[in-house]
Nanobody, 125 residues
């Protein structure tokens, strides 16, 4: 089992920034990829970005490239999502996830096995 706990969500004005964190526990993460997904009201949950824990290979969706950065701190077992230049379309519940799949598999619709509880991000225009 991998336990995931997100934090860092909140209310921000359009153009602002937030950094989400996700602390992982329960298993050694070296073989895992970890990622961020989001679900806006009335929409399907979608992939945002992912990173391989061991080699830090990243993959992010096109709509957030240049604005969002995914990273991890292996010493702290923590995954981050730095979100800049936020838009109202970024409003969603953001979920941290972990799986043994590759980052490209997660990007193409692979569903992670482990999920956090989610953190709300609201961008006001």
């Amino acid at each position: 089992q991998v336990q995931l706990v997100e934090s860092g969500g909140g209310l921000v004005q359009a153009g602002g920034s937030l950094r989400l964190s996700c602390v992982a526990s329960g298993r050694t993460l070296s073989r895992y990829a970890m990622g961020w997904f989001r679900q806006a009201p009335g929409k399907e949950r979608e992939f945002v970005g992912a990173i391989t824990w061991s080699s830090a290979i990243t993959y992010v969706r096109d709509s957030v490239k240049g604005r969002f950065t995914i990273s991890r701190d292996t010493a702290k077992n923590t995954l981050y999502l730095q979100m800049n230049a936020l838009k109202s379309d970024d409003t969603a519940v953001y979920y941290c996830a972990a799986d043994l799949k590759r980052v490209d598999e997660l990007a193409l619709g692979g569903q992670p096995l482990y999920w956090g509880q989610g953190t709300q991000v609201t961008v006001s225009s």
